[in-house]
């Protein structure tokens, strides 16, 4: 029918030339993300039915468990609970020293957090690009910018908030950069994803710097993003080359980022107030 | 543009959903990695066997909608799909007449058309691949093609979609 067809290229032509404008705009004018966030609603149905193997399988064995299984669970749990009170009644204690110390001090108190619990979406991603989409948007009061973090630590911040889905990077995108401090010595730097999930990067250490294998990385607060003192990490290299200004040092995030099933939300009341440092924020930044 | 009857839309439909459906499901690492892009090879498929009515438009459409399911940026896999509906039009006489298995090299080659312009543009907007594995899903597209190509077959006889 179509021997030839000069007017394939044409057309060819023309979409390749929408794509490129729709890419430019998505980009850098985010006008579309109208388009996306109803095409997004769209796609909500599908995202569950892509679950619906996996949860029928938990279903079942939460429901089928034996009872032996489960009380046994159950004493576990309680022990556990028993253990996490005790440790929480010293922290309850610390947070109200902390916070008489502060206002002796007059600076600024922490301002308790909110949290939100939210589901992975068992959607694979670009597997270039460390992002996971979770079942709590907009309707829920996610918002751009908040942190995530799961039992561990923390994993990332949302960077796109759909009315019924939220998009998170997570630290190890290669795009990611996180204010971070060496728990023991209070040394402040970044934290840098590399795109593997096991590692993340600290550059600007200097070679004389106190740094050892197995030290904690906290956040460091600063950029505004991530309230500060949350774990991030543990030190699992150090090499000083005499060559290079900076010690190469790598750390592996404490939060088990390829095994994300719940995410916490943190929604912050306001931003802790901190003297302005020379770090960068939080935000994703080119590297 | 043509007078050709039109059967069976829905099945069509039906088939990229169910494509779209394979794409999210997980899967272990290992087995993750030469995932096949199910949707391209369903848009080939159909770009193949009737030309008439799925082109390049149907491409940068599926590839629009694969953006929004995968978080891409808007267009980005628009851009590759539309290229390759072009150029499974230009070449499926040369393509569908020898048995699938011959057709699967083929496959592959515009399987990795979609790879490098989806990576591509990846990398214009600061996400360079870091490793030679990211064309890996084209080779499990090409393993994966005579099966496919059987079913979708057997489908559109089934359905009669013209």
Known sequence: MFAVNPSAILRLGLWMALSIVTMTVDHRYHYLDGVRDVLATAFYPLHYLVRLPTDTRNWLTENLATRGALLEENARLREKQIFLNAQLQKLTTLEAENRRLRSLLESAVNTPERVLIAEMLAVDFDPYRHYILLNRGRRHGVYVGQPALDQHGIIGQIVRADPFTSTAILITDSNHALPIQINRTGVRTLALGTGNFQELELPHIPNNEDVKVGDLLVTSGLGGRFPRGYPVGTVTRVEFDPGSPFARIIAKPVAQLDRIREVMLLEQGATESEPAAPAAPAAPQQP | ?162
């Open chain 2, 1 to 162: 543009m043509t007078t050709a009857p039109r059967a069976g839309g829905w099945v069509i439909a039906l088939s990229f959903l169910v494509a779209f459906l394979l794409a999210g499901v997980p899967l272990p690492d290992s087995l993750d990695r030469f995932r096949p892009d199910w949707v391209a090879m369903v848009l080939i498929y159909w770009g193949m066997a009737l030309p008439h009515r799925v082109g390049i438009g149907v491409g940068w459409l599926v590839g629009l909608l694969l953006d929004v399911g995968r978080g891409a940026l808007l267009g980005q896999h628009a851009l590759a799909l539309a290229a390759v509906a072009y150029l499974t039009g230009q070449t499926y006489r040369r393509i569908r007449v020898v048995p699938p298995w011959q057709q699967a090299f083929s496959i592959l080659v515009l399987l990795l058309v979609e790879q490098v312009l989806v990576f591509w543009i990846s990398g214009v907007i600061g996400y360079p691949p870091r490793d030679w594995w990211y064309l890996a899903p084209a080779v499990g597209g090409m393993v994966c093609w005579p099966l496919l190509f059987v079913i979708l077959r057997d489908v559109r006889r089934y359905f009669q979609v013209t």
